[in-house]
């Protein structure tokens, strides 16, 4: 599926992560949220961290990131801080 049409992942989004190298759901599944997190920093610095990581975590999961359990969305956070520790 094209990065694009999956949940959570805009125009904009989208944008930055073909610039990653991720242009497919599945590149974005594979990669998981930490290594993509760390790419997308890359090439997106400016990129807000928590909204653009949730958005990946969900677009993974297939679920809108707001609706994510609590408990969930600080896994994700806690996992993109860890892949961008050595930036």
Do not use: F, Y
């Amino acid at each position: 599926m094209d990065i694009q049409q999956a949940v959570n992942i805009g125009p904009k989004l989208s944008a930055d992560l073909r610039k990653a190298g991720i242009d497919t759901l599945e590149t974005l599944q594979s990669l998981g949220v930490g290594e993509a997190w760390r790419r997308l920093q890359k090439v997106a610095p400016h990129r807000d961290c928590t909204h653009a990581c949730l958005a990946l975590g969900g677009a993974i999961r297939g679920e809108r990131w707001m609706r994510l359990p609590e408990e969930e969305k600080k896994a994700i956070l806690r996992e993109a801080a860890h892949s961008t520790s050595s930036l």
